[in-house]
């Protein structure tokens, strides 16, 4: 009983993180329907620079998360201005090579300022353990999974609710019709992109934070793949319950089976998924009539 | 504008695709306060036209020139939420109008709709996912202020501004009466009625200019009559100019003031709707040479 309390509560917070940092690729997808194969390396640049501001700069936390905030709105931006728009109209096999590009690209980057030797960053999240249910449990991935629910749900609300968010949803939907009630695609698409690198960037804080600053990182956000298919690709709520799923599974064969096995997990559960419901659990079947 | 006054000057337009001439040298002037129709054989070139008009087509050469009073695009920005903008209205002379011109051929869609010209398009063009309701506010998305952080935080001015444009949403929804499907995804509505969410989506735009393509398109007698009374009555209660395409000849007799016909993308009449009935270009345009003569 006690494992299974720690693991569940580690696969809860590894899966709130995966969650977050797969509703910033889905923001993308569902806006601009380019698949984000950076989607981990945003995590990595989220993260590093942070870290710079808050260890190599030693500015204050909420600066240093200011200036990660800002950074991740520049690279997201800039991303979409010179790298994406000029690709409008071509293949999306085309646009996917792009991003992959990108994503060897902005790694290249991280290694060539940090190394690949992993960081150490002070503690942000209050360290120690608590007892539940017999179970001993890291404070920081309690507050791991506080974060990551509270900006969920806000960047969930904002989607579905605030004007930006339906102007999304409707570019999504039909950019002609869009256009003709004097929406600009552009800053539509300048936003989502923007908003997934503020999301990676939360997410690449906090699990540097419950790990270390590293490479690796991408390795973790390369999970962003499992989640968002089994979501569906374009459903937020199947993100949330696809990252959480993924998150826990691989907890738990970690814990009770191989570690190794934990590796390749979420991809099995993947192929399992898709094999019974292959849009993905909550793959929406789009209204359509003719 | 005030009635009477040129509100769209289109002079010599010219959109070629490759080899093919869409439009030739097309003049038309659409009077402010006027329902104004353009009728056609398919393939005339009227939804060129529009989309010319309305920033989705780069006409080959030629120009499209809106006018408009500065005033009344800077009121419909501001609303009640933004008291700034009306004290500013009500210094201005009412009978030295600000009427100020723009050339819509090089702006793109969402500029031109933000200068107060709105349309439907042949074959519908809504958010299908979105609802009635969510579809209609989008229409008041050129008259909202705030920005991507205000919208976030929601509260307090960014509130009060959603409040005031969904009233007026609710205008328009009782207008076309469609208050029984405000939170129904457009996509499960039937035809007559997405034709007629389209319609309001683009009133609710407060438009100085409406462009209708075909919005009767595929309906039954009954229901052309009633999407006719509803375009009539818009015109009367908001006061927007209409360019109105539209095959049923019996409707565009009935409600346009003026019409001009296009063939093969040339103009070919245009006056009042008995002016161009009597036209034997256009009567040899719909019948065939034989009867013209």
Known sequence: MSTFV?????????????????????????????????????????????????????????????????????????????????MVGQSHISIIMVTIGLASVLSAIVQMFFGTNPRSMPPILPRGSVSILGGSVPVNRLWAIVICAVVLVLLTWF????????????????????????????????????LAAVSALIAGVTLADVTTVEMNIVNFGLLVFPVVIMGGLDSVPGTIVGGLTIGLVTQFVSGYMDPGLAEIVPYIVLVLVLLVRPYGVFGEKRIERV | MPPGQPLLQVDDLTLRFGGVTALADV???????????????????KSSLLNCISGLYRPTSGSVVLRYVADDVARGGGLAADPGA???????????????????????????????????FQNIELFDQLTVLENMML??????????????????????????????????????KLQAHRQKPVGMLSYGIQKRVELGRALAMQPSLLLLDEPMAGMNAEEKEDLARYVLDVHELAGVSIVLIEHDMNVVMDISNRVTVLDFGRVIGDGTPREVMDNPRVIEAYLGAGVAS
């Open chain 2, 139 to 176: 229409g008041r998305h050129v008259h909202m202020k705030h920005n991507v952080l205000t919208s976030m935080l929601w509260f307090g001015p960014a509130r009060r501004q959603e409040i005031a444009h969904r009233e007026i949403v609710e205008e328009v929804i009782d207008l076309l």
């Open chain 1, 159 to 194: 989607f579905q609710k605030s004007r930006h968010g339906v102007a999304m949803r409707a570019v999504a939907d039909d950019q002609q019709a869009a256009m003709t009630v004097g929406i600009s695609v552009r800053r539509v698409f300048a936003l989502s992109w923007a």
């Open chain 2, 27 to 45: 003049n038309m002037t659409v009077e402010s306060g006027t329902i104004h129709a353009i009728i056609g054989p398919n393939g005339a070139g």
């Open chain 1, 6 to 86: 720690t693991l569940l509560i580690i696969g809860l917070s590894e899966g709130a993180i995966l969650a977050l940092a797969a509703l910033g690729f889905v923001l993308i997808y569902k806006a601009t329907g380019v698949i984000n194969f950076a989607q981990g390396e945003f995590l990595l640049i989220g993260a590093y620079s942070f870290y710079t501001a808050f260890v190599v700069m030693q500015l204050p936390i909420v600066l240093a998360l200011l200036v990660g905030v800002l950074v991740a709105v520049i690279v997201g931006v800039v991303v979409e201005r010179f790298i994406l728009r000029p």
């Open chain 2, 86 to 120: 009306a004290s500013g209205t009500a210094v201005a002379d009412v009978a030295d109008l600000d009427v100020r011109e723009r050339a819509l051929t090089s702006l793109p869609p969402n500029r031109v709709a933000r200068l107060g010209v709105a349309r439907s």
